[in-house]
């Protein structure tokens, strides 16, 4: 059984302190650890995350505290699409467009 992030997690993501952008690596690591549904989590070669919701709401409910997290969001925040899909890296490691 897939178990529901519980309320202290998504608090400690809302919270996680941001100095730089280790502190949004180690973030990634802590969600990756929580995450449903694992295999949807990746982390390409160049440190870039894509995770996908699989249309879980614990899943979205993480997206939501991440979001909350207003430092590491605009730092670390690439794109999001309707189908549930994120992507999170830092600015360096985001191809040009």
Known sequence: ?????????????????????SDCHSLMQFVFLIWAYPE???ILPNGTYRLSTG??????????????????????WESSNRAGGHTFGEPSTRSAV
Do not use: T
Request: glycine letters at 4%.
């Open 1 to 21: 059984m897939i178990e529901y992030p519980d309320s202290d997690d998504l608090r400690k993501i809302e919270h996680w302190e941001i100095k730089d952008f």
């Open 40 to 42: 949807r989590c990746i």
């Open 55 to 76: 249309g879980w709401s614990g899943n979205e409910d993480i997206i939501s505290s991440m979001q909350k997290n207003v430092l590491f969001w605009a730092l670390f």
